[in-house]
């Protein structure tokens, strides 16, 4: 996959640029790009020629990836070099992306959140709004992880469902109007 077409260098380009805000390296992101819409794994020295970057930034990217859990090394019968694949399930995908941001930053900003709780409380040390405003956020990590444990178990075409019924879904559970 040497040559690419005009729309997967739009999508390459795109996805880097995302990657930046999504505060991933550029080129981790255009690896995984590549990967994504690869219909075979490619090795290291496919990904530095078609994407026209370091060795050494692709293999950074490589473990990164593989760290995120959503590239894999495969091996190709006949070939001694490792080759690479990303998932192809968008919504697999999306589902390891969310356990890893969670692992990430949200369970360390919980314990962080209990930790100043704990402290403020027992040293008087932060004013009363402080602590209120502390424990609102320590509240809402716990609230939306628990329901996304929850909801990270049920199988995808549950989701899929779930997702696609939207303002559906305020009916049934007796909202149906406007706050």
Known sequence: MN???PVQQK???HWGEMGTRW?????????HALLFISPKPLNADDLVETLGVARSNVSTSLKELQGWGIVKMVHILGDKRDHFESLKDVWELFRVVLNERKRREIDPTTQMLNECIAEAEKNKTADAYTQ????ELRDFFETTSAWYVQIRQWP???IVRFVKLGDKVLKVIGFGGKE
């Open 11 to 13: 999508f390459i380009l």
């Open 23 to 31: 505060g991933i390296n550029r080129t981790v992101a255009q690896v």
């Open 132 to 135: 209120e405003k502390l424990r």
């Open 156 to 158: 995808t075409s549950t």
């Open 3 to 5: 040559t690419l077409t």
